[in-house]
């Protein structure tokens, strides 16, 4: 598709539970990042993959949170025993990380998909 | 305190109007700002982006950035009820090279305005 595609739109699921949520990038942009948006919030930085490798996990709040990006395109954001302080909008973002330093901001601006809206019950 | 400071709203204005958005920020490593602007119940979309002090103009929209006072602004001329929305100011530091190439890392948000424009 033309823009970042996130799976699934909605997710219910009750405290302790596993969960997947996934992206799928736009084609050919190699960078990926996850953010997590709380109800009346802004959107706040989980990771942020170069590649398939994750170039900043900073944000990731504790281990029950794990994204992996295999082969350098759709990634899963994984959350093990969830809380229901879990419950937000997570969203995906990827943009072009392009080689070179040409205007490098207008390429690599972060596209954003709809989100998944997680909510544990 | 948050890195970003944003007024949440709501903020109701007439047709026509011109609307103010504000920002301040606290860390001078940012050097690159954007305005995003989200729908209800859906992911930000990018409305402007700059990286200099001063003005920058895209039809009714109009970004200002004081990087001396970490203060930028988004202004709306001729609002239309069709920009209801919440809209967000985001800012990083300069991009670095990597291996897969030069990348700006993670966007640090506001909070969000959430804005109506009744006709």
């Known amino acids: 598709g033309a823009g970042v595609s996130q799976t699934p739109s909605n997710k219910v699921t009750e405290k302790g539970k596993y969960v997947e949520l996934r992206c799928d990038p736009i084609s050919g942009h190699t960078a990926l990042y996850w953010y997590r948006q709380s109800l009346g919030q802004g959107p706040e930085f989980l990771i942020y993959?170069?590649?398939?490798?994750?170039?900043?996990d900073s944000g990731l709040p504790n281990d029950r949170f794990f994204a992996v990006r295999p082969e350098g395109s759709v990634s899963t954001l994984k959350i093990q025993r969830t809380e229901r302080g879990d419950s937000a909008v997570y969203l995906c973002?990827?943009?072009?990380?392009?080689?070179?330093?040409?205007?490098?901001?207008?390429?690599?601006?972060?596209?954003f998909g709809a989100g998944t809206r997680l909510s544990v019950l | 305190q948050k890195e970003v400071e944003q007024d949440p709203g709501p903020l109701s204005v007439p047709e026509g109007a011109i609307v103010s958005l504000n920002c301040t920020y606290s860390?001078?490593?940012?050097?690159?700002f954007m305005w995003y602007r989200q729908y209800s119940r859906k992911g930000p979309e990018l409305l402007m982006y700059t990286y200099s002090s001063g003005n920058k103009e895209d039809g009714r929209f109009t970004a200002q950035v004081d990087k001396s006072s970490k203060y930028i602004s988004l202004f709306i001329r001729d609002s239309q009820p069709s920009d209801s929305a919440t809209y967000l100011c985001?800012?990083?530091?300069?991009?670095?090279?990597?291996?897969?190439?030069?990348?700006?890392?993670?966007?640090?948000f506001g909070q969000g305005t959430i804005l109506t424009v009744h006709p």
């Open positions: 860390n001078s490593a940012f050097q690159y």
């Open positions: 993959f170069q590649g398939t490798g994750a170039a900043d």
């Open positions: 985001a800012m990083t530091r300069p991009p670095r090279l990597n291996a897969g190439g030069t990348s700006y890392g993670k966007l640090t």
């Open positions: 973002a990827s943009s072009l990380a392009p080689t070179g330093t040409s205007r490098p901001l207008a390429k690599n601006i972060q596209y």
